[in-house]
């Protein structure tokens, strides 16, 4: 029995036959491209897998690892390899 129902991300229409899909089987919205899991069959449910979360962290985990710090203002605090490289510089002048 064919079934239409809504992407929970985007409301997009999703045409599920609930003979021929299984219980934890995922699949992908045509418009948005979410991942659902299939969460009964009779009648079909839908349910975002949500990996977005894992991804922001990693991306924040990243930010912190780059070690640049930054004032209190925004700006890219120099290193003091960095520094001590710029006087050299100035005394070979």
């Not at 229409?13 to 089987?25: H, S, T």
């Not at 839908?46 to 710090?69: M, T, V, W, Y």
């Amino acid at each position: 029995m064919e079934n239409v129902l809504r992407c929970p991300e985007c409301s997009a229409e999703i045409d599920v036959d609930e003979d021929e899909v299984e219980e934890g089987e995922i699949l992908s919205c045509p418009e948005c491209e979410c991942e659902l899991e299939v969460s009964q069959t009779h009648p079909v449910a839908l349910n975002p897998i949500s990996d977005d979360i894992g991804e922001e962290d990693e991306e924040d985990e990243e930010d912190a690892e780059d070690g640049d710090d930054f004032d209190e203002n925004g700006d890219l605090l120099e290193d003091e390899e960095d520094e001590e490289d710029e006087e050299d510089d100035e005394e070979d002048e």
